[in-house]
């Protein structure tokens, strides 16, 4: 194979960008062959705009022989049962965050990952960003030691009322799953266990509807435990602003700190806890370094992400999001809501069968 023909499932904000990237070439070695979406219009459009063969039924696409590999773009339960469909069909796979909506959907998707031939990966397109390579590298190289405190203010996701009112799908408990834990936070939540791991507990405040007019939620704080004792915050919403977007993440050798758009890093001449044992000093003061981290833009992003999806099937390179990384994402953001919604901690691994009875129970009560 000398290009990919890639077909785009789910043609709204995300797919169709993504549809522009293969179409105009931004992606190389690879082709848009087709495109899948359940709206005339769309279709006509992607019809009219790159000359592409388009679908109604992602089956039909997927079955086709057109093309090689998806992107899966639609509303977040297609994300499972569509990409079961490709892969158990021998197409590649990139999907669209989140990976699934709840727990037990996002194991049966990797489940269906059998054919190790077959590259499966998630757009968790953050993981480019260098503010967040760099801060990985030096956790990685034992330049924060061990991780103590981790703090997450990501509070610049406003939306307004009328983003809730565009597609019938958002901010609910059946189209959607979730609110800003399954649709702003993922890359958050991804980032997140991916620098610092994925903690054993969490207790978690959800509020649903609090500054919107949705039965979801749109405010989030919890508490994580790690399983070394370290213990953080994650604090979100998608009705404040101004926002703030700060990651803190304190070790035994320093501190690590990102923020609009730019990286510090506080090192201890001495680590704390070696300092604290060894010390005579009743208020002893540890010397330190304050360091710029360089870091310039944010990475390429969703064209990164793209471009390795396309290069793993061409040359076997590694992938940037393996899909079944995007598990633990999911898990912790159902893992909030449960703990809300019952106001008790949860132990991880969460319990995939019992937040999938609690979510088809909202989806019953719902009126939406």
Not at 78 to 99: F, R
Not at 260 to 267: P, Q, V
Not at 331 to 347: L, N, Q
């Amino acid at each position: 194979m000398e290009k990919v023909r890639v077909g785009v499932i789910g043609a709204g904000i995300r797919g169709w960008g993504e549809a522009e990237f293969f179409a105009t070439g931004k992606i190389k070695r690879a082709e848009l062959a087709a495109l899948c979406d359940i709206d005339p219009k769309v279709r006509a459009k992607a019809e009219e705009a790159w000359g592409v063969k388009t679908y109604a039924d992602s089956a039909e696409l997927i079955r086709s022989g057109d093309v090689d590999a998806v992107f899966i773009a639609t509303p977040h339960y297609g994300h499972t049962t569509i990409g079961i469909d490709a892969l158990q069909n021998g197409l590649h796979v990139l999907v669209e965050k989140p990976l699934s909506v709840h727990k037990a959907d996002a194991e049966r998707l990797i489940a269906a990952h059998t054919d190790k031939s077959l590259v499966f990966a998630a757009m968790f397109n953050q993981r480019t960003d260098p503010n967040y390579t760099r801060v990985k590298k030096l956790i990685e190289d034992g330049e924060l030691g061990e991780i103590t405190r981790t703090n997450w203010i990501i509070t610049n996701w406003f939306r307004t009322e009328a983003y809730y009112r565009h597609g019938g799908w958002r901010a609910t408990w059946k189209g959607e799953g979730g609110g800003v834990l399954l649709n702003q936070c993922p890359h958050n939540l991804d980032l997140f266990q991916w620098l610092c791991g994925k903690p054993s507990r969490i207790q978690a405040n959800c509020y649903l509807g609090k500054y919107h007019d949705i039965e979801v939620e749109d405010e989030v704080t919890a508490f994580f435990e790690y399983p070394n004792g370290a213990t953080g915050i994650f604090v979100t919403t998608t009705g404040e602003a101004p926002g703030t977007n700060r990651l803190e993440i304190v070790g035994t050798r320093g501190k690590v700190v990102s923020e609009n758009g730019k990286t510090t890093f506080t090192r201890n001449e001495i680590p704390s806890d070696e300092y604290s044992r060894t010390t005579d000093e009743k208020f002893g003061h540890i010397d330190i370094w304050n360091c710029d981290i360089p870091t310039s833009g944010h990475g390429g992003q969703h064209v990164e992400i793209t471009q390795n999806f396309v290069d793993a099937i061409l040359d076997g390179v590694p992938l940037i999001a393996p899909a079944e990384e995007g598990l633990s994402a999911v898990e912790m953001a159902c893992a909030m809501i449960m703990s809300s919604f019952e106001k008790r901690p949860i132990d991880l691994p969460l319990d995939g069968a019992a937040y999938e009875a609690m979510l088809k129970n909202l989806i019953a009560k719902s009126d939406r």
